[in-house]
């Protein structure tokens, strides 16, 4: 009995706050539909309208990251005034990215549009909470429209297969995709890299597993289930921006991000790798992650 309670508690203690978050997703998509019966709210879930609606979703999520996380966000200033393309780093939940989204709106009443992989869509009861917080297919034209209309867009290139098989390494696992460069060249904006130190540390995946790889890789579903929501110290960082060039091509676009050949010492290392480099212990560790939250001075 004792053993058997022992392993029950343990199971609670590491899926209880994956779970949890997934709940209060749920809760924030049931406010809207409440919202927007009472207030009759059928105009674009972008448009103004749903502001108000918008606002109290993202001082839930704010409240919640600044108990939980202690969540801070650096480097609003690189962020351009119109358009761009934000690249970032993909937690095995990237509930940072939703605090990100959350302190954005509030501080400067924007909005960033995410390009999410296909199976988001597949999940039941999240149409209009994914409607009116931006998330969408990111197809190229979608994105470009997005653009052209001066919203901010983010990708992670790596997506689902960095969130499962990345570890605290914190490898990118990229692989070939520069599609985000092509978008980048056709509206002319510009790309900024963003990332979150210690987001492995509150969430992890199990060991990387053959069986799962093939899985995953046969069904292009997340069916490895993610562990943790420690209540470690979660910092975003926005680095400096990588400007359009009418000069380059694609490909050298695309190695730029990964060089991070903007930044001020020329350094031949990733953009995001950068970022990771300057704010990430690796290997990460839970317990410095978790005594974080006790060292009042800034990274």
């Not at 990708?155 to 990229?174: C, H, K, M, N, T």
């Amino acid at each position: 009995v004792v053993i058997i309670s022992l392993t029950i508690s343990a199971i609670l203690v590491i899926f209880i706050v994956p779970l949890t978050t997934l709940f209060f997703i749920y809760l924030s998509n049931i406010l809207l539909l409440i919202y927007q019966r009472n207030g009759k709210a059928q105009a674009d879930p972008l448009s103004d309208v749903w502001d108000s609606a918008r606002k109290t979703i993202a001082s839930f999520w704010d409240i919640y990251a600044r108990i939980w996380h202690g969540y801070e966000l650096h480097g609003v200033e690189n962020l351009p005034e119109g358009p761009g393309i934000l690249v970032y780093y993909h937690g095995a939940i990237p509930v940072d990215y939703l605090y990100f989204l959350s302190r954005l709106f509030l501080w400067k009443r924007r909005l960033c549009l995410s390009v999410a992989d296909h199976f988001v869509f597949r999940l039941p009861g999240l149409k209009l909470l994914l409607e009116v917080v931006g998330i969408m297919p990111g197809t190229r034209e979608e994105c470009l429209i997005a653009l052209k209309n001066g919203y901010l867009v983010s990708i992670s290139p790596g997506g689902v297969r960095e969130a499962l098989f990345s570890d605290e390494s914190y490898q990118l696992l990229w692989g070939n995709r520069k599609g985000f460069a092509q978008v980048a060249l056709d509206a002319k904006v510009p790309i900024i890299p963003m990332y979150t130190q210690n987001v492995r540390e509150g969430y992890r995946m199990f060991r990387e597993r053959r069986f799962f790889r093939q899985l995953y890789e046969s069904t292009r579903l997340p069916l490895t289930p993610p562990y943790g929501g420690l209540p470690v110290k979660l910092r975003t960082y926005i680095g400096e921006p990588i400007p359009y060039d009418p000069n380059i091509t694609t490909e050298e676009l695309a190695e730029k991000v990964c060089k991070g050949k903007f930044l001020f010492s020329f350094q031949t290392k990733t953009a995001i790798q950068a970022l990771i480099s300057k704010h990430q212990t690796i290997p990460g560790s839970i317990w410095k992650a978790l005594l974080e939250r006790f060292d009042k001075r800034r990274k």
